[in-house]
């Protein structure tokens, strides 16, 4: 089965600085790839998702990006700001839509005003 | 509704008793999909609802758990004989055929002592 890879577990950026999660995954036929943001007592949030015939996708001061020929993924926060802090997850699977995801253990992301 | 809906949000058990978590999603989210994450972990794959009939339910980690929906709406999770190692949050998650991403509840936090 799918087993995705997440680093790093902790990161602390200052306000204004940019923050950096990486993420890798063991099976090639996965072609769809969530980010989650959770805050503290709610449930994973999608914030942006990317699909395997798509190498970078933006929405504001987050960026995803993928390398299919590595099998690694990473999402790109700048500008941070404190609202940003929270866990964040990346995941992987099969295709959108009715699929089993398989999720990375998590980030959690600080961002000190 | 407005959003998946999870009831108890919190429930502390004697171990050894038997627990029911509920999950009411999103009308329309045909697959329905139940979630474990232990105390700062990531999320593991319990169980996979398509409409009334289980695909996949290859994540419950033991006889004791099972699940239900009915109607293709409200799922139930229940746990038998409860342990001290079943502790965690238990997060239900929605999806379409088309979506691509999760929306997921705010879980049930469950407490064995």
């Known amino acids: 089965g799918e087993n995705v890879e997440q680093h790093p577990s902790t990161l602390s950026v200052q306000e204004g600085d940019s923050a950096v999660i990486k993420c890798t995954y063991s099976?090639?036929?996965?072609?769809?790839f969530p980010w989650y943001k959770q805050e503290l007592g709610k449930g994973p949030q999608l914030i942006i998702d990317i699909r395997s015939n798509v190498g970078e996708k933006k929405d504001q001061r987050i960026a995803v990006t993928l390398n299919k020929t590595a099998k690694h993924f990473s999402l790109h926060i700048t500008e941070t700001q404190p609202e940003d802090s929270a866990v964040y997850f990346c995941?992987?699977?099969?295709?959108?839509?009715?699929?089993?995801?398989?999720f990375g253990t998590g980030t959690k992301l600080q961002v000190i005003p | 509704g407005a959003g998946v809906s999870q009831s108890p949000s919190n429930k502390v058990t004697e171990k050894g008793k038997d627990v029911e978590l509920r999950c009411d999603p999103i009308s329309g989210h045909t697959a329905l999909y139940w979630y474990r994450q232990s105390l700062g972990q990531g999320l593991e794959f319990l169980i996979y609802f398509q409409g009334n009939s289980a695909p996949d339910k290859s994540g419950l980690p033991s006889d004791r758990f099972s699940a239900e929906r009915t109607g293709g709406s409200v799922s139930t999770l229940t746990i038998q004989r409860t342990q001290q190692e079943d502790s965690a949050v238990y997060l239900c998650?929605?999806?379409?055929?088309?979506?691509?991403?999760?929306?997921f509840g705010s879980g049930t936090r469950l407490t064995v002592v």
């Open positions: 995941a992987a699977s099969l295709t959108g839509g009715y699929q089993k995801v398989t």
């Open positions: 099976d090639s036929a996965s072609n769809y």
């Open positions: 998650a929605g999806d379409t055929e088309r979506s691509g991403g999760y929306t």
